[in-house]
């Protein structure tokens, strides 16, 4: 009896001892080689070797301590891949913690009103952070990919700032891009202005493309957008050079002269009526609005003053003068 009760007592302070050990060890900081210490974790690794990893770097002083520690909380099969950073004063409880909960360092990379496509794909191929699937796809690829019904990439990606995990694919990246733009001009059509000279999303999509490269200023966008709206019930010519400039590609040379505005290709909207085939670059929130609530007016006409505003004409004769004031004419 005696020697039963010595074993359950030498047993309980062997077990006191370990989980004072245990609960010293999780709690006592880490060992960082660096300030502030990252590290990533890869799609797939097992507790193991994610365990084996930081104790090869020397932050933690053992693996198995850390493992016991994961199973004991029901936390082994709960890690979340991605990077991570940590800084002084943090335990192995503290990492394994947001190593569970997916507190990852997230990269960004931020899309601009008035891109192409091609210089959003530009900054995709650039970035360090990105895995690039699309390098080598054609823009009808990448819409197969992601899902979209459309046959032309311009100005499907809303401009936007996106975060994301180190080694993300660019195809999820154009994808929450695609789906954010449907939303906002999903939303923005469901509560546009009665007749307007559109039939559908896509359209309104085209014109908010040219408003967003045609003002300079917020407090003219709506402005821009009305004589658009106008001249399109009106059946006259748009007559916009950032489409003209879009349809030359490569060959604009950063002059626009009088003869492409007089040679015929399918984005003169001096030479074709009604609205391009595709929109011509990423218009923002503000332009899809804009678009879709135009400001009611007569004016037929605008003009830039130089400064980023713009002059507004209800007339021809009105709109010349205008131009004669603010602006010099296309060189030859």
């Given at each position: 009896?005696?020697?039963?009760?010595?074993?359950?007592?030498?047993?309980?302070?062997?077990?006191?001892?370990?989980?004072?050990?245990?609960?010293?060890?999780?709690?006592?900081?880490?060992?960082?080689?660096?300030?502030?210490?990252?590290?990533?974790?890869?799609?797939?690794?097992?507790?193991?070797?994610?365990?084996?990893?930081?104790?090869?770097?020397?932050?933690?002083?053992?693996?198995?301590?850390?493992?016991?520690?994961?199973?004991?909380?029901?936390?082994?099969?709960?890690?979340?891949?991605?990077?991570?950073?940590?800084?002084?004063?943090?335990?192995?409880?503290?990492?394994?913690?947001?190593?569970?909960?997916?507190?990852?360092?997230?990269?960004?990379?931020?899309?601009?009103?008035?891109?192409?496509?091609?210089?959003?794909?530009?900054?995709?191929?650039?970035?360090?952070?990105?895995?690039?699937?699309?390098?080598?796809?054609?823009?009808?690829?990448?819409?197969?990919?992601?899902?979209?019904?459309?046959?032309?990439?311009?100005?499907?990606?809303?401009?936007?700032?996106?975060?994301?995990?180190?080694?993300?694919?660019?195809?999820?990246?154009?994808?929450?891009?695609?789906?954010?733009?449907?939303?906002?001009?999903?939303?923005?059509?469901?509560?546009?202005?009665?007749?307007?000279?559109?039939?559908?999303?896509?359209?309104?999509?085209?014109?908010?493309?040219?408003?967003?490269?045609?003002?300079?200023?917020?407090?003219?966008?709506?402005?821009?957008?009305?004589?658009?709206?106008?001249?399109?019930?009106?059946?006259?010519?748009?007559?916009?050079?950032?489409?003209?400039?879009?349809?030359?590609?490569?060959?604009?040379?950063?002059?626009?002269?009088?003869?492409?505005?007089?040679?015929?290709q399918e984005y003169n909207t001096y030479t074709r009526r009604g609205l391009p085939p595709t929109p011509i670059a990423m218009p923002g929130l503000a332009s899809i609005q804009a678009a879709l609530n135009p400001a009611k007016t007569d004016a037929?006409?605008?003009?830039?003053?130089?400064?980023?505003?713009?002059?507004?004409?209800?007339?021809?004769?009105?709109?010349?003068?205008?131009?004669?004031?603010?602006?010099?004419?296309?060189?030859?």
């Amino acid at each position: 009896m005696r020697t039963l009760k010595r074993l359950i007592f030498l047993v309980l302070v062997g077990v006191c001892l370990f989980v004072g050990w245990l609960a010293y060890q999780v709690n006592t900081p880490v060992r960082l080689p660096a300030v502030p210490y990252e590290f990533s974790i890869k799609p797939g690794s097992s507790l193991k070797s994610v365990a084996k990893q930081l104790t090869d770097a020397g932050v933690l002083s053992d693996a198995w301590s850390f493992v016991l520690l994961s199973r004991v909380m029901g936390l082994a099969s709960s890690l979340k891949a991605g990077d991570y950073e940590i800084a002084t004063d943090t335990s192995p409880l503290q990492l394994l913690e947001r190593i569970t909960r997916g507190d990852i360092n997230q990269s960004e990379i931020r899309f601009i009103e008035g891109w192409t496509f091609s210089q959003l794909r530009q900054a995709l191929d650039e970035h360090p952070a990105v895995r690039h699937d699309t390098r080598n796809l054609s823009g009808k690829e990448i819409l197969q990919l992601i899902g979209a019904s459309e046959t032309a990439a311009e100005g499907l990606f809303f401009p936007d700032t996106y975060f994301f995990a180190r080694g993300s694919s660019d195809i999820a990246i154009l994808k929450r891009a695609y789906r954010a733009m449907q939303n906002h001009l999903s939303n923005a059509w469901a509560e546009r202005a009665v007749n307007l000279p559109l039939t559908d999303p896509y359209q309104a999509l085209i014109l908010a493309s040219i408003v967003e490269k045609e003002t300079g200023r917020e407090s003219d966008r709506s402005m821009v957008a009305g004589v658009f709206v106008n001249r399109l019930r009106s059946s006259m010519l748009l007559q916009t050079d950032p489409t003209v400039i879009y349809g030359l590609g490569e060959r604009f040379d950063g002059n626009l002269r009088k003869k492409d505005l007089l040679t015929d290709q399918e984005y003169n909207t001096y030479t074709r009526r009604g609205l391009p085939p595709t929109p011509i670059a990423m218009p923002g929130l503000a332009s899809i609005q804009a678009a879709l609530n135009p400001a009611k007016t007569d004016a037929l006409y605008f003009v830039s003053k130089g400064n980023g505003e713009s002059h507004f004409s209800n007339n021809l004769a009105d709109h010349n003068r205008a131009v004669s004031k603010y602006q010099k004419r296309l060189t030859q």
